[in-house]
């Protein structure tokens, strides 16, 4: 069993940061890409920023040149740094991570709240 643990979320004001994590553990498997999602209320659940097994990312519109991600193999972690934050961003921002035979992990979800 895969277990990804999210971390990083809270309230923050309009133009504020904020760095998500996601540490993946369990059993042995290999990592193709890792990714964060998001899910605001009313609203299906969308990609903001994915990483594969290399150094290629994409992003979605929304995040380009606010936001970055970066990955720690070693520690099968993804990154998130949130910048200049919008109220339009809160939303659960959830983790993902697919391994090489194409299965997709998801994390419980982090709440990310930023007021106006």
């Known amino acids: 069993q895969v277990q990804l643990v999210e971390s990083g979320g809270g309230l923050v004001q309009a133009g504020g940061s904020l760095r998500l994590s996601c540490a993946a553990s369990?059993?042995?498997?290999?990592?193709?890409?890792m990714g964060w999602y998001r899910q605001a209320p009313g609203q299906q659940r969308e990609l903001v920023a994915r990483i594969n097994s290399g150094i290629i990312t994409n992003y979605a519109d929304s995040a380009k040149g606010r936001f970055s991600i970066s990955r720690d193999n070693a520690k099968n972690t993804v990154y998130l740094q949130m910048n200049s934050l919008k109220p339009e961003d809160t939303a659960v921002y959830y983790c993902n991570v697919r391994d090489s035979y194409g299965m997709d992990y998801w994390g419980k979800g982090t709440m990310v709240t930023v007021s106006s």
């Open positions: 369990g059993r042995a498997f290999s990592i193709n890409a």
